[in-house]
């Protein structure tokens, strides 16, 4: 019998040495400075771009850790709903800060109260629809300056340092509004330096003259544009310019998502005073805080996402994929509708 030798056997102890292929890559990615996007797939994504960022926001440095907060009022057990400012241009008194609440009043939280202080009442107002629940706007006259709050079902106040908090129910004498029922109203806004109401569950806005808190108002009709129905949800302006001037365009919105422009100075003359264009943006959330001014442009949430007034005027709207927020519009929509029933104000 023969031996076979073995050298090529390893001896204990040692490892066998085996090809193999490398299975990763190693790079570094910078911050998502461009925010979320989306749209991309991730295997393709621009390294610029993040799937999910929270708590953090994306600055052209790199991402910053968004602060914290600290408890300035309690109004327990009653909950906040509106935050109002009013800001004193004449330089006579200081501005202040309110809060309406759920229990149907108004406090002043100009000054940080402790935990276990209440902060002041300073008015209630019975009736409301919904407590706590009212629209807002500072409003400059040669008396000074207004806070000018609705409240739905419960009429319109003014608040200033000189009057403080004042009911202006309807009538013919000073201070008074004719021709309207102002605890109908649920919506205040302003154009061409002329208060506008909007009446509760219907397609008229009422204004007054120009650069007044009260008196004779006229109705102007809006319904009859609304090609989905619906009432008046929301009113305001749009610079246009990225100012303020003949260029200020009103906007109305309803509650189906009907979208009108109007262009002029004054609504009582049809010469001066006509619409400019129609759109239809998609259903919008339920109450009236779908839209807010943002810097030259003005913003608003519906069905489709988030949407700038310049993309409903270039009529991007129809082509999503043009839309300024289309980055985060895909995330964003699902919430929308989830929510589209839910009150937010």
């Not at 996007?37 to 790199?62: H, P």
């Not at 205040?188 to 397609?203: A, L, P």
Request: charged residues 15%; aromatic residues 10%.
């Amino acid at each position: 019998m023969s031996l076979i030798p073995i050298t090529n056997v390893p001896m204990r102890g040692q490892v066998r040495k085996t090809s193999a292929q490398k299975a990763h890559l190693v790079f570094s990615a910078p911050a998502p400075t461009l925010g979320v996007d989306s749209r991309q797939a991730l295997a393709n994504s621009d390294t610029q771009t993040a799937i999910a960022i929270e708590n953090m926001f994306s600055r052209s440095f790199g991402l910053e850790m968004r602060a914290g907060y600290t408890q300035y009022a309690n109004l327990s057990p009653a909950n906040p709903v509106t935050m109002m400012t009013y800001v004193d241009v004449t330089g006579a008194g200081l501005s202040r800060m309110f809060v309406a609440a759920d229990d149907g009043k108004v406090y002043d939280i100009t000054s940080f109260t402790p935990d276990n202080v209440t902060p002041t009442e300073v008015l209630d107002v019975p009736g409301q629809i919904r407590s706590g629940e009212c629209y807002w706007l500072n409003f400059v006259t040669a008396a000074g300056n207004f806070l000018c709050v609705v409240f739905p079902g419960a009429g319109y106040y003014t608040y200033n340092d000189a009057a403080g908090w004042v009911e202006h129910p309807a009538g013919t004498a000073a201070g008074e509004i004719d021709g309207a029922d102002p605890t109908k109203f649920g919506f205040i806004y302003v154009w061409k330096n002329r208060i506008f109401f909007v009446e509760e569950g219907t397609g008229t806005a009422f204004y007054l003259p120009v650069k007044t808190l009260t008196g004779k108002v006229d109705p102007i009709e809006f319904g009859p544009m609304f090609p989905h129905g619906g009432e008046m949800a929301y009113g305001g302006t749009w610079t246009v310019d990225s100012g303020s001037g003949l260029n200020d365009m009103m906007v109305v919105i309803s509650s189906e998502g009907d979208l009108l422009l109007y262009e002029g100075t004054d609504p009582n003359d049809a010469a001066t005073f006509n619409l400019n264009g129609r759109w239809y943006v998609g259903h919008v959330p339920d109450g009236r805080r779908f839209a807010t001014p943002y810097g030259a442009d003005m913003a608003l949430v519906s069905e489709r996402g988030l949407l700038l007034m310049t993309d409903s005027r270039a009529r991007t709207v129809t082509r999503p994929q043009n839309m300024a927020a289309t980055p985060i519009n895909q995330l964003l929509q699902p919430d929308v509708r989830a929510a589209m029933l839910t009150r937010s104000g």
